[in-house]
């Protein structure tokens, strides 16, 4: 049974800096490509970053410069560390981990429902 758990959402004003966690348990290679996403009231969810076995990242345009994605070297915990926050960066974050080949790892085309998901965790940036 794969199980992911996302922590450290919270509230802070623009400019502020959160760093949040997913701890992933279950069948190893579930978690091949691992990503974060988001979604805000009445928008679609958002694709932020993702991140292969071996380290390859990709990010979403709108938050390029400000989140870095990592792992630790098990795989067994995602992070997500995010500077310069905007008050668009509002959302409720989920990660997300998946049995994928590196070429397809990319949350910005992540299809809907596929992999495992966490219950999300509530980020809030006020200006």
């Known amino acids: 049974q794969v199980r992911l758990v996302e922590s450290g959402g919270d509230a802070v004003q623009a400019g502020g800096s959160l760093r949040l966690t997913c701890v992933h348990s279950g069948y190893v290679r579930s978690n091949d490509c691992m990503g974060w996403f988001r979604q805000a009231p009445g928008k679609e969810r958002e694709g932020v970053a993702s991140?292969?076995?071996?380290?390859?990242?990709i990010y979403a345009e709108s938050v390029k410069g400000r989140f870095t994605i990592s792992k630790d070297n098990a795989g067994s915990t995602l992070y997500l560390q995010m500077n310069n926050l905007k008050p668009e960066d509002t959302a409720m974050y989920y990660c997300?981990?998946?049995?994928?080949?590196?070429?397809?790892?990319?949350?910005?085309?992540?299809?809907?429902?596929?992999?495992?998901w966490g219950q999300g965790t509530q980020v809030t940036v006020s200006s």
């Open positions: 991140i292969t076995r071996d380290g390859s990242t």
């Open positions: 997300a981990a998946a049995l994928m080949s590196p070429n397809d790892c990319d949350a910005r085309y992540w299809p809907p429902s596929f992999g495992n």
